[in-house]
């Protein structure tokens, strides 16, 4: 079974760019999430969804990021415009149901100069 | 305050060797998971181990167990006859109720020397 896609692995881009992180949970699985791991921080979640819909955005960091969930297969992160201080690794992450197990993605590894 | 506590940012352990690797939570909920993932240098996250609150018994999968001390509100990873591959920093985790995301701990960096 494929584990959870994110594309792409790697991304760099120059201060002011538009940025979009993709992912495609598990297939089944009905809750997605967008962590961001940085060296002083950790891990944070930034937002998740249930069945496509937001429940908690509370963790992201500010108006320059938006995600979306258009569908049960495919959701994205965006941020625009993007700072030096968004460089981080991105993890999508899905689990299946109530109390289930969650499952990263290999993460975006994302370098704004 | 942190719901998740790591205390050990580096171990060090000789190869074939048992490793506890420590975790404390602090939640009110009474159900909740407690859950231990591996980051390799690659950087990706494996699910090691889980453990609910309401087991009776300390989960195992394979060389990795978990001792859950309810009442202390613990939940260390065991590792044991370490090998080579461990190396990687070890993240507990938790998760309130059945719905809620997990909240991570800062992480442990394990070292394991031949």
């Known amino acids: 079974d494929a584990g959870v896609i994110q594309s792409p692995r790697h991304e760099v881009t120059e201060m002011g760019q538009e940025v979009t992180l993709r992912c495609k949970p598990i297939?089944?699985?009905?809750?997605l999430f967008w962590y961001r791991q940085t060296m002083m921080r950790g891990l944070e979640l930034l937002i998740y969804?249930?069945?496509?819909?937001?429940?908690?955005d509370s963790g992201m960091p500010e108006d320059r990021f938006s995600a979306k969930m258009p569908n049960a297969s495919f959701s994205t992160l965006k941020i625009q415009p993007s700072e030096p201080r968004d460089s981080a690794v991105y993890f999508c992450?899905?689990?299946?149901?109530?109390?289930?197990?969650?499952?990263f993605g290999p993460g975006t590894r994302l370098l704004v100069l | 305050a942190q719901k998740i506590t790591q205390t050990q940012p580096g171990m060090f352990v000789q190869e074939k060797e048992a490793v506890t690797l420590d975790c404390t939570y602090d939640?009110?909920?009474?159900?909740?998971?407690l859950f231990w993932y591996k980051q390799p240098s690659s950087g990706e996250m494996i699910f090691l181990i889980y453990?609910?609150?309401?087991?009776?018994q300390n989960a195992t999968e394979g060389r990795y167990s978990l001792n859950f001390q309810k009442a202390r509100k613990s939940a260390n990873l065991v590792i044991s006859a370490s090998q080579l591959g461990d190396s990687a920093m070890y993240f507990c985790a938790m998760r309130e109720g059945h719905l809620k995301p997990l909240v991570f701990g800062k992480g442990t960096r394990l070292s394991v020397i031949a």
């Open positions: 969804f249930n069945n496509n819909v937001p429940i908690d």
């Open positions: 992450a899905s689990r299946a149901g109530q109390g289930e197990t969650q499952y």
């Open positions: 939640t009110s909920d009474p159900s909740y998971g």
């Open positions: 453990q609910g609150s309401y087991d009776q």
């Open positions: 297939s089944g699985h009905n809750s």
